[in-house]
């Protein structure tokens, strides 16, 4: 399996989306299921759906943010496949 963070993802089209302050809750319609998003995910969300790849992201917030791009790569991986696992994210 490729490494989620080469892949290029998108937002399912089944993920409605809410902002909250500055984070997010998704809805996903078909499955029901709720996703609470905090700042930094909202972030990361927000960039999927701008069109850029998962490593582009992890280099804008490690930039943003003063984080050490591997950390970031570390849990922006985990964060991504738990999205994929509740099928908010697909391949693009």
Sequence with gaps: MTDILQRRLAASPDA???AVGDETVI?????GTYYGLDPIGTEIWSLLKQGLTP????ERIASDHGVE?????ADASRFL???EAHDMILDA
């Design 16 to 18: 409605m989306e809410s």
């Design 27 to 31: 809805l996903h319609l078909k499955n």
């Design 55 to 58: 490593i582009a992201i992890c």
């Design 69 to 73: 791009k591997e950390i970031v790569k």
């Design 81 to 83: 496949a738990d999205l």
